[in-house]
Structures are given as structure tokens and as C-alpha cells.
């Protein structure tokens, strides 16, 4: 109970402030971070409903990749159903064979919109082999088909960072990924324009 009057004194502070923001629990969920179903939905069902009650945006963000994937789908919550699905997937996931059209479905049968909160080119999870060209543009031209039929309502964050090399780090305007990284974000920004 303690954990619960501390997260609404935080967002009742955070409401004075003036921000516009959201709140996502807990980010990939799916992937380490919990060990059972059980255990997942009991701390969804323990803080969600602090937070909705605030008034605010309440979301989930699963990992994508083929081992966690399952698990996003079979544990999403319902008690209370989230406001908003983000999900972090990379090319990596599709290499891996991942694929979300499953978990988008059990979105938009709770009535959610979807956004991807990490999209691009390695999401920490090594094949068999590593990846090329050839599959980022397949990825994204999954993406963009995605993006078409509407599924990113939320929209979407390529995500160019550090994993103890420069793999994800676009360097330069000669970057071979900078040309579906541009058509997945303006299939995304055409399809918010015709809804």
C-alpha cells in the first residue's frame, strides 16, 4: 500500500507540473524482467490502477523478439486493460523470426492504439548470423506495411544508441539504413494523416 500513496503523491505532483506525459509498465516486461504471468500481473494490477486513476495514460511496452513475444501475448493484462501498447522491436527480432501481427491483434481487440517505442536495427538479442542489408530492408518494408493497415497509431522511435559498439549509431547522411528508416517513418506519418 505504502509503494501505491508514493506513486500517486509522484503523479499528483507530476500533474501540478504542467507536463503532458504518460506512464508505460514496465518496460519489456516479457523479456527478464518477470519470472511467471502471476508475477507480471499482479505488479500490472498492483500500480496500473494508481496510475489510471491519476488521470493518466497507462501503457505496456513488451519486448519483441522471439523468446519474449509469447509471452507479451499470453500475459497481456486486463485488469485493468492498458491504454496504450508500445512495443520495442528491431531488426534483430525479425531475423529471429518474430513477428507482431499476433500481439497488434490482441491490441486492437482491447480497443488500444499501437506504437512502436524502439524500432531499428539491433535489439541486443544475437543470431545465428548477423544482419544485413537485405534483412533491414525486409523488416521494414514489414514495418511499412504495418504502418499502411494503421497499426501505428502511437507512432514511432527509431532508436540509434549505444550497446557497447556503434551497431545501432547512424554516423552519417552515407548510411545505408537512412532510406527505410525515412519510409517506415513516412508511411507512418501518411497513415496518421488519412485517419
Known sequence: KAHQQELAAWLTMMNGSGLNYRCVLYSEFDDRAFTSESEWLAYWSYYAPVIKDAGVVCG???????????????WFPSNPVPDELWMDY????WRGAARIDKLLAVGKSAGI??????????????????????WYDDYCNYLISLAQEGAFGLGTIFYGGLHGT??????????PRIPMLQAVCNAVTNAATRA
Not at 511496452?61 to 501475448?73: F, M, R, S, T, V
Not at 524500432?119 to 543470431?127: A, K, Q
Not at 556503434?166 to 548510411?175: I, L
Request: net charge negative; aromatic share 8%; glycine share 12%.
Open 60 to 74: 505496456i511496452d513488451p519486448g519483441c523478439n522471439l523468446q519474449a513475444l509469447p509471452k507479451a501475448i499470453h
Open 90 to 93: 528491431y531488426s534483430t527480432a
Open 113 to 134: 492504439q499501437a506504437g512502436l517505442a524502439e524500432w531499428g536495427w539491433f535489439g541486443g538479442v544475437r543470431g545465428p548470423t548477423p544482419m544485413t542489408m537485405n
Open 166 to 175: 556503434t551497431v545501432d549509431v547512424v554516423t552519417d547522411a552515407a548510411d
